[in-house]
């Protein structure tokens, strides 16, 4: 299969248009029916889409946060008359392999839970302007803004047609914010997502689906009025200056794609990975102007970005690594001068935007599934934001004290503010306060040592790692781990580490990864939807599915 | 296959043995080994289970809470030496079909959270107390008890090998109850389900996987000391005489199951079944002692007792049944009456049973994966406890008005205290609290109608039910809605019930029956667990499962 590349910029997008009116930005779907990624066999018609064109969407909501501090309202609308997105393309779902429609799934549930960030915590606000049919995946997409407008033009609906249709589910979050965020009653779900046509008009409304339908002919000047409104409700400043995120500094090679500041290395023969993250080389920033002349170069920004591109990397281009290891490089104390310089600076909208970009991509660590070991050796540097990496791995192993020949200093784990609030999980509970749901009072006797080096034993005491090695147990023991670990049937490392990653309480964002996603993953799997009679091989081709019967 | 049936008492139990300490209760697991449900070809090794052994556990669970108000406290062992129970039986679920496996998973589900429901509601509080390994499904059991004490006799240990032996999970409420309610570490809970032998002595206790290691030599008498410390904190009466669980007044014939209260009727050519639910022939009782001397013949036990049998019927014996009408025959006030009776009484050991087990019920049909529709015509008594079936119902359809030839009053829905905070679902919200989540103002609004019957357009109006039908269009529009039903994937309505049905907050219980079971049921699809090569399959051959190493 065909490399996936999560890296593009508008000047390569084939499927969206961006347009800007003042504070007001429009974000424009207009598919290249040609457009398919990597040249899939399957035509994106009536604005239907692929993961290529969730690419760009996740790539617009990107720049348009760092890009465009001016813009604080988003109009997501359809550049085609008459339909707004017929959603996800069934062709390619009735193509793609299991991994490929969970992967894609998994990308686009991100994208969407993006947009939500981008309004909650950015107010770089969401309006969706339904100019036409929005069918499943496309009311999904609808669904992730906070303001949904539908054309009240006795023909444009909002629809969950999948289950009728194809026999899965509104699986990119659609069943989940419909009862959770929209608040549907649940018949009445139920009743939505029965009606192939879907619903229109005031109906749409008094069902909490959308939240106003307008007559054609008052339609561009409400949505256009709608959205200023809800750009006078940003705190987005009004004269800044935004910066340009270039391409990535990457250089892709057989076994190892190699950033400015992360190292991913491969080996397949043992199915594993190693991310390295590298501190920062130079101290923080003298002040914010001079962090925002840096730009794309400021380290966080950086990291946060070439970390996100090789999590993607992994998940859709090395499926069978089974296994990731974290090591960090570097200077500890470079990363929280960072960590604090990014705190003081949080009234600054683009420290803020960083802020919550770390925040999202140690989120797509969480919903990886990977198998992630952290390696806490000397020379490391997992203090503050990067001691997040070792907060989400799965394991984490430290080495006690130092290595023969090597004169660094012993490995230590460095506690920053960050690692207490900065970065909740999707859960809504930070990594620390979900590791230790059973002792609160680890917290705070943490809270204490901010700052403070914590070497091997006294990591594994406190529980901050899982364990604590001396040089001569060390490759013995991470050997044994390895090898044991790659003799467990991925599936069931993917089903256990979605259950263990998640302890306490959910949320709209960890029931769509759990709950909803699970459910699709598991009808993903039955011959009801893909086999040979199924509805999702099936479609378009005139002849009926015949459905196995039996309820499980 | 042969039909399963959820009735049994201890003079047919095979598995279970129980003894009685004054207020301390023994539940003895003594698995026989040629005691496979209906005949299966495997042996019941190492007190492992099939659902022929959680029947009677279900049952001795039940019948300790009715027939045993003096005991406080149950303990749970094991009759073998040198082990507690091994687990589900493996070739059991090598043998089993999918839905086979689904089922036994829901049904085991149920009956541990009953067992820690007895502990916090009725005050029958579980130990358990492991006296040999306790593996898989044999520690998810005693995960259930609210104490855990292991024998320290260097031998006996705690374990959850299910991934590493057989590439699935500890889905039985495992996972979710290690990181949940155990609130083990998650990195500590990533270890130990990989480690086969699992863990003993200090260090279960260390990471809270038991509450207790007791040696071998004060084993007994430390169980039986923590046994009356635990009772002692019991509200549990001192000299209550209990009733009986007489054998289910039940008639079943091709096509029908009778119950005194309740009747099953089934269409299989329509794949469709129909619940009636009849209303107290009499009166509530004169009094507290009056209901006690009704013993299981008061109609709400009598109604809960038949429901739960009739809708375990139809998971496990009527598998090609999509959808289940509940319909109800009789008055409402004497369903109010009772209603009333129960709540008032609600300080009495028994009637607090009474309501805890029609919870359990409900619950049951909360998480039955069929479409459940509530008819609600004339003649019907949808009041209070029998309101819930509605409310529980995926769609609810009502008659506005009177059927010709049909003197009956029109049908109505009488809202009771029972319906705001009796029967709260696993979610922690009462149905009508998750029905309304996006207008708690109408709760507000259906309070003031208690008492009040509220016919169809209005009950429409009020959001009550999904839609209100005259009697011209009711027999068309409820064909339709049965052949629509019918027509779609058994499977995607088990996965959209699933997320409908839950809107809102998660607990434990719906993590357990969300994003466990979901997981595991994925898992149970995967061919790295059920294929020729997978390990499921192949366990105890001697041949090591090939595993497909991709990583979804």
Chains 1, 2 share one sequence.
Not at 148 to 160: F, N, T, Y
Not at 356 to 364: A, G, Q
């Amino acid at each position: 299969m065909a490399t996936i590349d999560y890296q593009t910029d508008p000047s390569r997008y084939r499927h969206w248009k961006l347009a800007f009116d003042g504070d007001v930005a429009y974000l424009i779907m207009d598919v290249d029916q040609a457009g398919a990624l990597n040249g899939g066999e399957y035509e994106l018609k009536l604005n239907s889409y692929d993961l290529g064109v969730d690419i760009e969407l996740n790539d617009a909501v990107q720049r348009l946060r760092f890009e465009h501090p001016e813009v604080r309202c988003v109009v997501i609308k359809s550049g085609k008359d008459n339909v707004f997105c017929a959603g996800a393309n069934i062709r390619m779902l009735g193509k793609s392999t299991h991994q490929q429609k969970v992967n894609f799934c998994k990308f686009t549930n991100e994208t969407r839970l993006g947009i939500e960030d981008s309004s909650e915590n950015s107010k770089q606000i969401y309006l969706c302007a339904i100019n036409g049919n929005a069918a499943g995946g496309g009311y999904e997409l609808a669904l992730a803004a906070d303001h949904i407008m539908l054309v009240d033009d006795r023909r444009s609906a909002v629809a969950l047609p999948e289950t009728p249709l194809l026999a899965v589910l509104p699986g990119t979050g659609g069943l989940t914010r419909v009862t959770d965020k929209r608040k549907v009653r649940r018949d009445r779900a139920d009743m939505f997502c029965s009606i192939e046509e879907g619903i229109r008009g005031t109906k749409a409304v008094d069902w909490r689906l959308v939240d106003e339908v307008v007559p054609n002919s008052k339609w561009k000047d409400t949505v256009a009025a709608r959205a200023h409104e809800i750009a006078a409700r940003s705190d987005r400043p009004k004269d800044a200056k935004g910066i340009k995120l270039n391409p990535l500094a990457r250089k892709i090679e057989a076994d190892r794609v190699a950033y400015s500041h992360v190292d991913l290395d491969i080996d397949r023969a043992r199915g594993l990975a190693t991310v390295t993250v590298r501190g920062p080389a130079q101290g923080a920033p003298a002040s914010v102007e001079a962090a925002h002349a840096l730009g794309d170069k400021f380290w966080p920004l950086t990291v946060a970005r070439e970390l996100e591109d090789a999590v993607l990397h992994l998940r859709s281009n090395e499926r069978e690594i089974g296994v990731v290891l974290f090591k960090t490089d570097g200077n500890a104390q470079g990363v929280l001068d960072h960590d604090d310089f990014l705190s003081r600076a949080n009234g600054d909208w683009l420290m803020r935007e960083i802020r919550h970009y770390l925040k999202r991509v140690l989120k797509r660590v969480d919903v990886t599934a990977k198998s992630f070991i952290a390696l806490i050796e000397p020379g490391s540097c997992f203090a503050g934001t990067l001691a997040e990496l070792a907060f989400a791995a799965d394991r984490s192993l430290m080495l006690i004290g130092t290595r023969e020949g090597d004169n660094r200093k012993p490995a230590a784990i460095t506690l920053g503010q960050a690692n207490f609030g900065l970065y909740p999980m999707g859960n809504g509970l930070t990594r620390l306060q979900t590791r230790f749901l059973g002792e609160p009072q680890t917290l705070e006797t943490l809270k204490g040592k901010i700052g403070a080096p914590i070497e091997g034993e006294e990591a594994a005491e406190l529980g901050l790692v899982t364990v604590a090695y001396e040089d001569f147990d060390w490759d013995d023991e991470l050997r044994i781990l390895l090898e044991e670990r790659a003799s467990f049937s991925p599936d069931a490392m993917t089903g256990m580490e979605a259950n263990l990653r998640f302890a306490g309480p959910e949320t709209m964002e960890t029931k769509i990864f759990g709950r909803l996603t699970a459910w699709q993953n598991w009808i993903f799997q039955r011959p009801n939807a893909i086999g040979e009679q199924g509805a999702l091989k099936l479609y378009g081709s005139g002849v009926s599915p015949t459905f196995n019967k039996e309820r499980v």
